[in-house]
């Protein structure tokens, strides 16, 4: 049954609840004053300021409430607006939003980076779980919509595929929501709905292959987003994902116990896991810790 607006924003704001604790828990670990925490036990001191990931997200979600569906032209003045560049912002996003504030076109200026590439990173797919889990019963939809949210700063096919995959795989757990998953099950979903990509799909077909390996294993044969592409993070963070789809706080420390860019990963980990089991999987000591969302959003 189609869901109401109601229910696709509570599903969204369950994902980014999600998104928004696994990006500040994350990236904690970056902090040489935290070199001590543990990543498979310790919980690192209040409070835990997000990121650029939580920032771009809260941005996709805004416009998903205000106009029901992906407008590029609003998502990229939010983004732009919004951007607050002590949160880490990568290079390309940065020069890319910089162009659109002082008045060129996303449409140019996406098209512009990295000497007219376009971006293959990972900024796409990690603020897109709410997407996929506010129009979770239309996968169709789900993909079509996370294609143009990324199109506004990744034009290159391989940026645009981990925002597919994300997306679709965010989408088929919170349709699962209540019910059991199996793992392979989130990644074939992920893999039937992103048809362009060839390095992002060749990771995760890898990914299928290694569901019972350890964190350290995958994270070896899939990357850890250390290259800040995407199909050096997506892949690993749909494995992390899918299993550990019933267990957030495990999810999320498999993304800190391999290091590279653990906040990137653990956001979209936290945004897929909490699209299926809601936001009270989350730890209620880490959403505490967490900093508050921007107060715009609300």
């Known amino acids: 049954m189609a869901l109401t607006l109601d229910e696709r924003a509570t599903l969204a704001e369950g994902s980014l609840a999600g998104l928004s604790v696994g990006d500040a828990f994350g990236d904690q670990f970056f902090l040489l004053s935290n070199r001590d925490v543990s990543p498979e036990t310790g919980v690192p001191p209040a409070p835990w300021p997000w990121s650029d990931d939580t920032e771009m997200a809260c941005s996709v979600l805004d416009v998903l409430r205000r106009f029901g569906q992906v407008d590029q032209d609003a998502l990229a003045e939010s983004f732009a607006t919004r951007m ?108 039937e709905w992103t048809t362009t990509g060839e390095y992002v799909r060749r990771g995760m077909r890898r990914a299928l292959r290694l569901l019972g390996k350890s964190p350290q294993e995958a994270a070896h044969e899939l990357g850890n987003g250390s290259r800040i592409s995407a199909q050096d993070t997506v892949p690993y963070a749909l494995w992390a994902a ?27 980990v936290g945004g897929i896991v909490a699209a299926h089991l809601g936001p009270a999987a989350v730890p209620a000591s880490w959403t505490a810790a967490r900093e508050p969302l921007p107060g715009w959003l609300a």
Not at 150 to 161: D, F, K, L, Q, Y
Not at 249 to 254: L, N, Q, S
């Open 242 to 268: 899918a299993t550990r789809l019933t267990d957030f706080e495990a999810a999320v420390r498999a993304c800190a116990m391999v290091g590279g860019d653990m906040d990137t990963t653990a956001a979209m």
């Open 84 to 191: 607050d560049v002590g949160r880490g912002y990568g290079a390309g996003a940065y020069e890319l939003l910089t162009k659109v504030q002082g008045g060129t076109s996303w449409r140019v200026a996406s098209r512009e980076l990295f000497s007219g590439r376009g971006s293959y990173g990972n900024g796409a797919a990690m603020r897109v779980a709410p997407l996929g889990a506010y129009f979770s019963d239309d996968p169709a939809r789900a993909a079509e919509q996370a294609a143009l949210s990324a199109e506004v700063t990744h034009s290159h096919a391989e940026g645009i595929a981990g925002a597919v995959a994300v997306a679709a795989a965010a989408a088929y757990v919170a349709s699962r929501r209540g019910r059991s998953v199996a793992p392979e099950a989130v990644i074939e979903a992920a893999l």
